[in-house]
């Protein structure tokens, strides 16, 4: 369980922060495209210190923003007054059927022992044509970092593929919307968006190191 290091980390180290920005903006593109602007209610699962969440709601207008992780450290380091943040666990959320219009889950469903019950409680909690998000890293690249000490986070389960993430979606009856790569670099890197634009071609995607995956209900 990560604690208050965790968050004085994303504050302080250019790599964390670069994650977290490059997730934000795939993950508001995204919701931009298919839902819109104004969103009814949107649910962060594993949404650790609620950073991700500040900057959704700059960029959209969210009536009832919540962010739900299962340290109360991480919680209390958010004192953003427009979020409401809950402790729990994301293969077992404390909320009603049909409750949220948007799901995101960013960098969360590796670190979980029952991936597939995290899917199926989303679905549960999701309006009908309600969107879920997931980001996740490629295997390889993953696999990489850490053999190369670029990447320290612990406590990942088991990464997936997006062929892997498109089943297990379709397989809870989630329509998808996208699902492709993204990320050239897991620390930033001179002229990237420019770089990713020729990289997400299918020739080359596989220099890409994260991916995200968008279903509908």
């Known amino acids: 369980m990560e604690t208050i290091e965790y968050h004085k980390r994303r504050k302080r180290r250019g790599a964390l922060r670069y994650r977290l920005e490059k997730r934000t903006k795939e993950v508001l593109e995204a919701v931009k495209k298919h839902r819109g602007t104004k969103i009814t209610s949107l649910l962060d699962i594993g949404c650790a210190d609620g950073l991700m969440l500040n900057l959704l709601n700059q960029g959209l207008a969210i009536s009832l923003s919540i962010g739900i992780n299962s340290s109360l450290e991480l919680l209390r380091a958010n004192l953003n007054p427009d979020i409401k943040m809950i402790q729990g666990w994301a293969e077992n959320l404390p909320f009603r059927n049909e409750e949220f219009e948007v799901i995101i889950a960013t960098a969360v469903i590796e670190h979980l022992s029952q991936p597939t019950r995290m899917i ?8 009908k044509g309600g969107i879920l998000i997931i980001t996740t890293p490629v295997p ?19 990464t997936f593929s997006l062929s892997i993430l498109k089943a297990l979606l379709t397989s809870q009856d989630f329509n998808i919307l996208k699902a492709e790569k993204f990320m050239f670099s897991p620390i ?3 002229f990237e968006e420019k770089i990713e634009r020729i990289l997400k071609k299918p020739l080359f995607n596989s220099l890409l190191a994260n991916q995200i995956i968008v279903g509908s209900k």
Do not use: M, S, V
């Not at 199926?120 to 309006?127: I, T």
């Not at 390889?140 to 088991?158: N, S, V």
């Open 120 to 127: 199926k409680e989303c679905y549960r909690l999701l309006k």
């Open 188 to 190: 930033g890197f001179p």
């Open 140 to 158: 390889f690249w993953d696999k990489i970092a850490r053999k190369t000490g670029l990447l320290k986070e612990k406590g990942h389960q088991k």
